[in-house]
């Protein structure tokens, strides 16, 4: 799986990937140069319909651990014929919003047959 095939993977499903870089770990306040962020999402697809937000931190697929692109579309990959499967995310506190922390959410995702 390279790269540029899982973030195909990933607008299929719904999202706009990427790997976390200094840039990014700064902007969003995180520890690590680790793991794969969600700049945008595409509604009406899975991905959206799961409730997945932008700016969230794709930390496992289905108890699978993410931090690389190519973890990300290695899993996804097998979980998506699966039709239900989780993804659990870190959303990082809003800098702008006082009072609201980050956590971890796990999003239940149903993909239809089609």
């Known amino acids: 799986m390279t790269k540029e095939q899982a973030v195909k993977l990933g607008e299929?499903?719904?999202?706009?990937?990427?790997?976390v870089d200094k840039e990014i770990r700064d902007f969003?306040?995180?520890?690590?140069?680790?793991?794969?962020?969600?700049?945008?999402?595409?509604?009406?697809?899975?991905?959206?319909?799961?409730?997945?937000?932008?700016?969230?931190?794709?930390k496992g697929i289905n108890s699978v651990e993410v931090t690389t692109l190519e973890d990300f579309g290695l899993a996804l990959q097998d979980?998506?014929?699966?039709?239900?499967?989780?993804?659990?995310?870190?959303?990082?506190?809003d800098p702008n919003n006082q009072g609201i922390t980050g956590g971890i959410n796990f999003h239940f995702v149903r993909v239809e047959k089609s």
Do not use: C, H, M, Q
Request: proline letters at 7%; zero cysteines.
């Open 28 to 58: 969003l306040g995180l520890e690590r140069t680790k793991g794969v962020v969600i700049f945008e999402v595409i509604g009406g697809k899975p991905g959206a319909l799961a409730g997945i937000k932008p700016r969230a931190l794709i």
């Open 12 to 19: 299929d499903f719904g999202i706009i990937v990427g790997e």
């Open 79 to 93: 979980a998506l014929p699966t039709e239900n499967f989780s993804v659990a995310t870190y959303e990082p506190s």
